[in-house]
């Protein structure tokens, strides 16, 4: 084998080596690069030797490592392994090509579409203040012991509001006590209801961590930041899939002249709400080009269907096909039999239902149908967003009760609406389906009328008491009338039976859950339906969207095991006809509740008013907290200031929106003045295939985007092993320009010990990414002036370090790009 050169050079400086050398260390590291181009491809070894040399004395190792084995942790595979996992994070494919104009005009749409959203905001807590919605808190409504937040000292624990006389007058005014860790703090009301914010959190424990002090607020003020970072990326992601779904294009749906004739059909008197509900669908298909993402928020049985039916109608007519979905099979299956009726008069659109209650023949036809476009709408559960279910001509997707589904559905269902018309109904939305659409980047239609004929459901909170159970079914069995009996989980279904069973000998009584055949599923729920049994005992399968007339008392055991959501919907179960209708709600015994089962019962019977599933949904975000509110958990951003603030804050960046753009600069215009152009060792030129076209490649990579040029260097590693210096100092100029082009730097020097950034972004953009920063020597060091980013240094930096400097500097800085509008 022939013995390879040498070739020495420098190892590259990192963050801590560059401050040791301003200490003037005598400590200096070198590596001897063998690189032997006879060596086999696949099972190539690179040898590496590293001489460290301090103070005279010399300390030599040999490190022999196969290709496949970890890269060296050096600083460009620490930038890629941070850009890799904030790619993971989002969906690149999701990522709009906007120029700067088609920005503008996108960021004028959201703000109207933001303002247009904040005026549905009636929420009872969240009061209006100079334009802006605020969610401050009135001191009068704080209890002894509720946590609050204050704007500027952070979090505290009211103690109480007390008359007291200030310093500059005799008469005695109110002030707010508020204890904090290291004492009690005061303060006037009218001052405490213009800084205070009730302290909830999306968790069961409402407890802080721990109380701010007084006497040093930087804590809170990091906390406060933090939280403000992490909105700001929010709105980020929020911008980027509306940008999305503006870009879509598909073309108007005719006005069909059938619509007139088909709307007759409908047997009741549409409320006004309703009827604004019909007006909005009807502009989103026939006015708009870009698809439709409408939630229909309406009370159960307010009318929400018919919105969706007559969707159905105009896309069906226009000869696409439509999918309903829904989270339970007994739900598909009253949907189906409510289409299959409403469309009964029009024989050419077919009608389907794809279910588990199919014989696997049946489901193969129908597949098939749907494929070839045979089947005009198609009703079913979880099982239509399957890989084998294909469309012929997808053009609407309703999805009732989306938050019954799971994780992957949802994911699923969001992959559609970039491609189709979307209308999602619901009750009580989900904290996320709610918050889009209160600011705006979803449309929303509320249908908060009641039909004249409905009257409120009577709901009695109380402890378990066998007596007031048999009481309450012999009254609703007395009138003529079907009894709901709901437990939280299969097991005790049977129990209850026995007791009904003794109770009621006579009359008919059956148990309902998920986990029956099919079959018996199917035909108890068709008795229940026509009246046969009186009395269903069952899970809460029977949450969603089961309408039986007659039946208009529910009673639900174990309360405390159900979430409020599910509460209000299996409560609104009863109460469809002219009835009145009575809920039950026993729980084993209050000692035993949480305090977050307590607020949510609580809030239940507040909210006995028919129309109140948007308020009810508003309350529950309160209670039980976002969940996965942007897809992913955010409870420990909102941990650290509480929602309200956290609200506030998220509603200030949205109406700032554009305050936070920040305008690339294309790679070609960066200017990097450094005079640092090493010689590639000819071992390594003679290793590489054709290395001119490899630099060629490195530079287009570089020109194209940040992932592209990660994914150069990794492909390039994986290929040819760890790169000589003089490459890797090739590659970290390339680096360089690519992030300052897309931090919008346009020039990048150093005069003397000073490092000067010309940059195109604003002052409020530049506090931003510094406040997101991780390194506090780089932050700290960094100066806004004038269009400049400057850094004062201890020393001039020689060529090398002063390369590994900007590196680090702009890696930090660009880390916080996620929080920015890119356009």
Not at 332 to 345: G, L
Not at 397 to 414: P, Y
Request: charged share 25%; with cysteine.
């Amino acid at each position: 084998m022939a013995v390879a050169r040498a070739h020495l050079f420098p190892i590259s400086v990192s963050e801590h080596d560059v401050s040791s050398s301003f200490l003037g260390s005598s400590t200096r590291v070198w590596r001897f690069f063998f690189a032997c181009p006879c060596h086999a491809r696949i099972k190539r070894t690179h040898l590496l030797t590293t001489a460290v040399y301090t103070e005279g004395v010399s300390i030599t190792r040999s490190v022999q490592r196969r290709e496949r084995m970890e890269p060296e942790s050096d600083d460009i595979t620490i930038l890629n392994e941070r850009i890799r996992r904030e790619q993971s994070k989002r969906d690149v494919s999701r990522a709009p090509v906007v120029d700067s104009e088609e920005a503008d005009k996108y960021i004028q749409l959201v703000k109207e579409q933001q303002r247009r959203g904040l005026q549905k905001l009636k929420g009872e807590r969240v009061g209006k203040e100079n334009g802006q919605f605020s969610y401050k808190v009135d001191p009068y409504t704080l209890r002894s012991g509720d946590y609050v937040v204050h704007k500027k000292v952070g979090i505290g624990r009211f103690v109480g509001i007390k008359l007291d006389v200030p310093k500059d007058s005799s008469n005695p005014i109110e002030y707010v006590f508020i204890e904090y860790a290291d004492g009690m703090a005061k303060l006037p009301v009218k001052q405490a209801s213009r800084m205070l914010y009730r302290y909830n959190l999306p968790s069961e424990s409402k407890r802080p961590r721990t109380l701010s002090k007084l006497s040093d607020t930087s804590i809170w003020e990091r906390r406060r930041i933090k939280g403000r970072v992490a909105i700001q990326k929010m709105v980020v992601d929020l911008m980027e899939l509306y940008l999305h779904r503006l870009k879509q294009k598909r073309p108007p749906y005719p006005k069909s002249p059938g619509m007139a004739e088909f709307e007759a059909q409908f047997s009741y008197e549409p409320t006004p709400d309703q009827k604004q509900a019909f007006i909005d669908v009807e502009k989103d298909l026939t006015e708009r080009e870009t698809p439709m993402d409408r939630l229909i928020c309406g009370d159960v049985g307010f009318g929400k269907t018919e919105v969706a039916i007559r969707a159905i109608f105009r896309v069906v007519s226009a000869g696409k096909q439509a999918m309903v979905l829904a989270p339970t099979i007994v739900l598909a299956k009253q949907h189906f039999d409510v289409i299959t009726e409403r469309f009964s008069k029009y024989p050419n659109i077919k009608v389907g239902l794809l279910s588990r209650f199919q014989t696997t023949a049946e489901k193969e036809k129908h597949l098939r149908m749907i494929k070839h476009g045979d089947l005009d709408i198609i009703v079913g559960t979880h099982s239509l967003l399957g890989n084998r279910v294909v469309y012929s001509n997808l053009g609407l997707l309703v999805v009732d009760e989306e938050q019954r589904f799971g994780v992957k559905q949802k994911e699923k269902i969001a992959s559609f609406k970039t491609s189709v018309d979307v209308l999602t109904l619901s009750a009580t939305p989900i904290p996320r389906t709610l918050y889009l659409a209160l600011t705006g980047f979803r449309d929303a239609s509320l249908i908060s009328t009641p039909p004249p004929e409905r009257v409120p459901i009577i709901t009695h909170l109380s402890a378990y008491n066998k007596e007031k159970i048999i009481s309450a079914i012999k009254f609703e069995l007395g009138r003529g009338g079907q009894v709901f009996y709901v437990l939280p989980r299969i097991k005790g279904l049977e129990e209850v039976m026995e007791f009904l069973e003794c109770s009621f000998p006579d009359v008919e009584i059956a148990i309902a859950h998920g986990k029956q055949y099919s079959k018996q599923l199917e035909e108890t729920m068709d008795r229940f339906a026509q009246g046969e049994i009186k009395i269903l005992i069952c899970t809460n399968i029977v949450e969603s969207g089961l309408d039986i007339q007659n039946a208009n008392t529910i009673i639900i055991q174990e309360v405390q095991q159900f979430g409020l959501a599910q509460l209000y919907q299996l409560r609104g179960r009863v109460g469809r006809a002219d009835k009145e209708a009575h809920a039950y709600l026993f729980y084993p015994d209050k000692s035993l509740l949480s305090d977050q089962a307590l607020e949510r019962l609580s809030a239940l019977e507040e909210c006995r008013d028919l129309g109140q599933g948007f308020q009810l949904a508003e309350r529950d975000m309160g209670i039980r907290g976002f969940g996965n509110i942007f897809g992913e958990q955010q409870t420990g951003d909102v941990g650290n200031v509480g929602i309200d603030l956290f609200f506030e804050m998220l509603f200030e960046s949205l109406s700032k929106v554009e305050e936070h753009r920040l305008i690339s600069v294309p790679y070609q215009s960066v200017q990097f003045d450094i005079n640092i152009n090493p010689h590639l060792p000819s071992e390594y030129i003679n290793y590489l295939e054709n290395p001119m076209e490899i630099i060629s490649e490195a530079e287009k990579s570089a020109e194209e985007d940040i992932w592209s040029l990660m994914q150069f260097t990794e492909n390039l590693r994986r290929q040819y092993g760890k790169e000589p210096y003089s490459m890797e100092v090739l590659l970290k100029k390339l680096y360089v320009k690519r992030m300052a082009a897309d931090l919008g730097i346009t020039r990048i020097y150093a005069s003397g010990k000073t490092v000067i950034m010309r940059t195109k972004m604003n002052k409020k953009v530049f506090k931003l990414i510094t406040d997101s920063m991780a390194s506090d020597i780089i932050r700290n060091s960094l100066v806004f002036e004038e269009n400049q980013i400057k850094a004062e240094l201890l020393l001039e930096l020689p060529r090398e370090q002063f390369l590994n400097w900007v590196f680090q500097c702009l890696a930090e800085l660009h880390a916080s790009l996620p929080a920015l509008i890119k356009y």
